[in-house]
Structures are given as structure tokens and as C-alpha cells.
């Protein structure tokens, strides 16, 4: 069964990234965060919006930006392959859907163009993993193949690929895992808890200043 939730893209910046996705003929959806702080009604506090188009994320934020009546200057990171606009006390951020794999003692991908899905995989836990499409021709529809939904009703923290995989790629996640578990008072699932365990020595290839920084999230 198919779920649509078109009552989640009430915010104007949406019609106008479906309108340059049109044009510039590219497959968009609004990922992460807010997918998720909507299925849980916690988007009062709606600060910024994750937006992943198959193609170029930064081509689709200059359209964007040239169609909004104040037309935004657009922040470009080539180095990433992202862009990110200001709208409406929005911050709206551009990714070109990508693969990344990772070497042992680096925390940087290797980055390759990819699908929805490939993009999906990579991201850090199922319940940030879930996409609403903006493409007309089934806007508000709900991909979640990791069975995020199921995931937040069982208020668990779990990742989309084996946790090994995905803690050893970025062992960051670790300290994220830790913080969704205390901001949305779930539980970390068990296997993905004895991962952590078993990689925590994978930490020291995060930079301090990453470190803290997360830190002062989860306080």
C-alpha cells in the first residue's frame, strides 16, 4: 500500500522546487529530519529542510532561487556537491544523490553519483532515511524501505545497513545514535548497540571539534 502525505508539504518552498524539478526534468524528494519531525508532529520548530534530487543538487538550487520572488542568493560547497538557500526563516539544502565508500582510517567518502535508494543507504538511522517525493506525478508519496515508520512507532534507533558497516563508515553515528535516543527518548536497538560497543575505538578519526560539537547536541 501506497502512503501519500501531501498535508506535510503545506510550506511554499515546496511548490517551487517541484516547479524546477520540472524543468530541469530531475527526480526530488525532501528527506531526513523533516520526514521524520512530521511523522512525529514535532515540526512547530521547523528550522531547515534536506532536499536530494537524482542529479545535480546545486543546478536544482539555482533554479530554485530564480524562481522565488526574492531570488536568494545561493550558497555552493562544489567540494560536497551541495548548495544550500534561505527562505521564509527556511534553511533549504541541495544534494545530488550519491554512493559513498569509505576507506579505514577516514571519515571522508569517496563519492559517486547514485539513486534515490543508493542515497537512502548511506544515511545514519531508518527513521532519517524516509523521502517525500516532490514529482508531480506521485507528490507526497512516502519511500521508506527501511521501515522507518515501523521504527518510530517502536521508538528505536536503528541503522539501514548492518551497524558495523555504517559506524565503521562514520563513527560519528555513534554519538548520533546516542543523541536521537535522548532527544526523541527511544531506544538504541541492540544490535546496533553491541556495534557500537565494539567499534568505539573507531572515534579517534573524528576530529575533536566534531566530537564536541555532538557533544554539546546530546547535553
Do not use: W
Not at 528550522?47 to 546545486?58: P, Y
Not at 548548495?83 to 527556511?90: I, T
Not at 538511522?125 to 512516502?142: D, H, K, P, R, V
Request: without cysteine; hydrophobic residues 35%.
Amino acid at each position: 500500500m501506497v502512503s501519500t502525505y501531501k498535508e506535510a508539504l503545506q510550506q511554499e518552498i515546496f511548490s517551487y522546487i517541484t516547479k524546477a524539478s520540472t524543468i530541469l526534468q530531475l527526480e526530488t524528494y525532501v528527506i531526513g529530519g523533516f520526514v521524520r519531525d512530521f511523522l512525529l508532529q514535532r515540526n512547530s520548530e521547523l528550522k531547515d529542510i534536506d532536499i536530494v534530487t537524482v542529479g545535480s543538487g546545486i543546478a536544482l538550487a539555482e533554479k530554485v532561487a530564480s524562481l522565488l520572488p526574492n531570488q536568494p542568493k545561493v550558497q555552493i560547497f562544489k567540494t560536497y556537491g551541495t548548495a544550500m538557500l534561505r527562505f521564509q526563516d527556511l534553511e533549504i539544502e541541495f544534494v545530488g544523490a550519491r554512493k559513498e565508500s569509505y576507506t579505514e582510517n577516514s571519515r571522508n567518502p569517496e563519492v559517486q553519483e547514485g539513486t534515490l535508494q543508493d542515497d537512502q543507504n548511506r544515511r545514519d538511522f531508518t527513521i532519517n532515511a524516509m523521502a517525500l517525493s516532490l514529482n508531480s506525478e506521485n507528490y507526497g508519496e512516502l519511500l521508506d524501505p527501511f521501515n522507518g515508520v515501523e521504527d518510530l512507532e517502536r521508538k528505536i534507533i536503528k541503522t539501514p545497513l548492518n551497524p558495523d558497516i555504517t559506524y565503521s563508515d562514520d563513527p560519528l553515528r555513534m554519538m548520533r545514535a546516542v543523541r536521537f535516543a535522548t532527544q526523541l527518548n527511544f531506544k538504541i536497538e541492540q544490535k546496533s548497540l553491541e556495534s557500537i560497543t565494539n567499534n568505539a575505538e573507531r572515534i579517534d578519526i573524528i576530529t575533536r571539534e566534531r566530537i564536541v560539537d555532538e557533544l554539546h547536541k546530546i547535553l
